[in-house]
């Protein structure tokens, strides 16, 4: 049987309805819903459409996600019938942040909504971020620094674009990759972001080509900070500032 059969079975029993009451429905005989069920034929695509309204499920997840393993109101549904899997916790109840690699994250734009992706990837967890779903996202190039190659940033979901904050950074998943960086303003057609290193151009991404968006929440650095990949004006300006203070201070002792 298909993932889509097992779980319209599944859903049916669940709200203790007949296949008569949901092939009457959905307007068809319960011979021909009974072939769905039982996995010998495949619903066109008008009759998903049915199906994923009267189950109250979004399509994407009828068949795709094997919903015996979830709790339904677990799940986030995503624009476009996508869904973001639920949070999940660990034996000792904290919640389990899934952690993309460096060599995972081009698979992550075709994955990121695949359940057996997503639970293969490692995870960690971190007591002091709660009440919500985070994921850990590699870093790459010089454009935030002080976050360079060997840096996971941990990203909160974005349920709504309404929520993004001007000044605050984050995590951008689109068709062309995985993006950090510090967002400016919005209108219809995209978000305007900018990199905290100068020498690169703010620019335009377009809504159409996002997935997913995740805000900062923390950093793991898993290499030492080497000072050459910081902005050496910020950081001489940085500690002229301190050595000034320090003179006048003493001139005042």
């Known amino acids: 049987m298909s993932v889509l059969s097992e779980n319209i079975r599944f859903l ?19 011979g021909r819903y009974s072939t769905y069920e039982e996995g010998r034929s495949e619903p066109p695509v008008e009759l998903l459409i049915k199906l994923s309204k009267y189950f109250k499920v979004n399509i994407d997840l009828l068949v795709t ?21 639920p949070i999940k916790v660990d034996q000792t109840g904290e919640n389990r942040i899934e952690i993309v690699p460096q060599k995972a994250s081009m698979g992550y734009l075709s994955g990121y909504n695949d359940p057996e992706f997503v639970e293969s990837l490692q995870h ?3 007591p002091f971020l709660r009440n919500g779903k985070f994921r850990a996202f590699p870093a790459d190039g010089d454009s935030m620094p002080p976050y360079n190659d060997g ?3 941990v990203g909160k979901y974005v349920e709504d674009r309404k929520d993004l904050r001007k000044g605050k950074t984050y995590i951008f998943i689109t068709k062309d990759g995985i993006v950090y960086k510090r967002f400016s303003h919005q209108n219809d057609f995209g978000s305007f972001v900018s990199s905290d290193n100068t020498f690169y151009e703010p620019y335009e991404i377009r809504w159409e080509e996002v997935y997913e968006i995740w805000e900062f ?11 050459e990949n910081l902005e050496y004006k910020e950081i001489r300006t940085m500690f002229e500032t301190l050595r000034s203070e320090i003179q006048t201070l003493k001139k005042n002792t």
């Open 217 to 227: 929440a923390c950093s793991i650095n898993t290499r030492e900070l080497q000072i």
């Open 124 to 126: 960690l967890s971190l």
């Open 12 to 30: 049916r029993d669940k709200i203790k309805a007949s296949q008569q009451k949901v092939a009457d429905e959905i307007s068809i005989t319960r």
């Open 65 to 85: 996600v094997d919903l015996k393993k979830y709790a339904l109101e677990d799940l986030v549904n995503l624009p476009n019938n996508r869904t973001l899997l």
């Open 151 to 153: 840096t996971f940033i």
